[in-house]
């Protein structure tokens, strides 16, 4: 399964950190994404990362702001956030490939 | 707007079957795999369907997924009240990396 946390309200302007944890799969051996969902819409593919961290893609809308990494030896994906925008406004998800295990998702809200 | 174009909604009485479909273009189905994933009220994301027609492992035969040239077809039979949901497709592009299709909200009326 995955987890996600670190969600919370920051201001514009601010940063935030995001992890997710896995647990019950090789964690090693796969890529993993982020995906959000602003409120009351669709899905927006955010970032992924490959099995060893060689490949990584971001969207265009958070290219140069958000950065994605992870660590193997502690089974676990990180989304640092930051220069947030109102539009940031979402839920985060983060979701192994080939997006068959999904987290819950964790609340970031981008408000002054 | 996503490069992916779904209806916005469909519905169905129960135990009828609806499609829903997925345009895209060169750059994302027709060169590549289409997924769809059902997302209920709440929750995080499913997958129901992989590979343009493949159902993971408890998914049930009742949902069918296909593909021709650059459109995808997401296929529910035998609808239930349960099935009432968000859909969506989702693909490779090869200019935006991943992507998702605006998503189609299911009535069971």
């Known amino acids: 399964q995955l987890v996600e946390s670190g969600g919370g309200l920051v201001k514009p302007g601010g940063s935030l950190r995001l992890s997710c944890a896995a647990s019950?799969?090789?964690?090693?051996?796969?890529?993993i994404n982020w995906v959000r969902q602003a409120p009351g819409r669709g899905l927006e593919w955010v970032s992924s990362i490959s099995a060893t961290g060689s490949y990584i893609f971001y969207a265009d809308s958070v290219k140069g702001r958000f950065t994605i990494s992870r660590d193997n030896l502690k089974n676990s994906l990180y989304l640092q956030m930051n220069s947030l925008r109102a539009e940031d406004t979402a839920v985060y998800f983060c979701?192994?490939?080939?997006?068959?295990?999904w987290g819950q998702g964790t609340m970031v809200t981008v408000s002054s | 707007q996503s490069v992916l174009t779904q209806p916005p909604s469909v519905s169905a009485a129960p135990g009828q079957k609806v499609s829903i479909s997925c345009s895209g273009s060169s750059s994302n189905i027709g060169n590549n795999y289409v997924s769809w994933y059902q997302q209920l009220p709440g929750t995080a994301p499913k997958l129901l369907i992989y590979?343009?027609?493949k159902r993971p492992s408890g998914i049930p035969d009742r949902f069918s997924g296909s593909k021709s040239g650059t459109s995808a077809t997401l296929g529910i039979t035998g609808l239930q009240t349960g099935d009432e949901a968000d859909y969506y497709c989702g693909t490779w592009d090869n200019r935006f990396d991943w992507v998702f299709g605006g998503g189609t909200k299911l009535t069971v009326l």
């Open positions: 019950g799969f090789a964690f090693n051996t796969f890529t």
């Open positions: 590979e343009n027609n």
């Open positions: 979701a192994k490939d080939p997006f068959d295990i």
